[in-house]
């Protein structure tokens, strides 16, 4: 695994965007701000390696394309994002033809983790959290009630948490190739996390559910992998990754961190890198 080193905001500010391969027909959540820091990380890594790009709601392949086109390695990573793939904003469902169908890109479709309840007139009124990576069947371990405020975790709660961890064999490829065997799990050494910038009308249960998540992605950081979080400048965002990087702190992880891109004086990219 590569010691990747997180790149300064000068040295991100020299890349020039204007040289980079950029497919503007792929809908997605990728600009080319971010697209440098993306282009800085990658091309340290080694051929083999794991990246995650996690994108809910935009998992298009614009990220996974960028690349897999611009790093110096691009056709040989193993670039996998995940999402639920149901097209309710973009059209996720083209994901591996945008990716011009190729080997090195895969998909980790979570459509299987939650059950959404809905009432007699169409509201959702629970959602039931399911891990149907490691068991079968499936295991269902956390309802949701939407009517009520979720309760807020202290830090050392957080930290105790433990995430869902996915076999490789779960991660598959264009032509159902699995990423790797049943027994290892998905440890990426890059992990692009573009959180969804919208409500989609439960804001208090969407910022508990992603300081949840973005906990368990920080605690399966393996040493000197790297976490790589969009929209940090919004509230929802930056809540949830200060409570979620703290929480892990208390685990006796350590990180360096760089933030950057500023919108209206606020920072919108956060990277860390986990050291010990």
Known sequence: MSNLTLPTIEQIGEVDTSALVWDDLIDGPLTPEVAAIIKLLTDQMDSGEHISCREMYAGTGKTATFIKDNATNGLSLKIVTVDMFDDSFFATSDYFLNCTN?????????????????????????????DPFNYDPPNHYRTIDLNTEPVALTKAELSKLDAVTVPLSCIKNVNNEALGPSDEKFKPSLVIYMTWPISIGSAAHEEDGLI?????????????????VTYFHLPKTNVAFWQAYEANKLLGYEFEEVFCNEVNGNFSVGLIKRTA
């Open 102 to 130: 190729h080997g090195n890109v895969y998909k980790l479709d979570i459509s299987g983790t939650r059950d959404i309840v809905y009432d007699d007139v169409g509201n959702p009124v629970t959602v039931n959290l399911i």
């Open 212 to 228: 949840r998540e973005l906990s368990g992605v920080i605690k399966n950081l393996p040493v000197n992998g790297v976490l790589v």
